[in-house]
C-alpha cells in the first residue's frame, strides 16, 4: 500500500475525487471539506494550511 501524500491541493483533489477538467476556480474542494468537517466533528481530522493544502490528521 502507498503512503498518502502529507498534504492535497485543492486542485489535487478535485483532479482525483471529480474530474481532471474539473474548473479550479469554484469552491467545490472548499464547500465539501466543511461538510466533512461537520460530519466528523471535535477534534479536527481535516486541517488546511493556506498555500499548501489539506491534511487528513490522527486525532
Not at 489535487?12 to 475525487?17: A, N, P, S
Not at 460530519?39 to 488546511?48: Q, R, S
Amino acid at each position: 500500500m502507498r503512503a498518502a501524500p502529507a498534504f492535497l491541493s485543492a486542485e489535487d483533489l478535485l483532479e482525483q475525487v471529480w474530474d481532471e477538467y474539473a474548473n479550479p476556480l469554484t469552491n467545490t474542494v472548499t464547500v465539501t471539506i466543511g461538510r466533512l468537517r461537520r460530519k466528523l466533528g471535535e477534534p479536527p481530522a481535516i486541517t488546511t494550511t493556506p498555500g499548501v493544502g489539506y491534511r487528513i490528521t490522527n486525532a
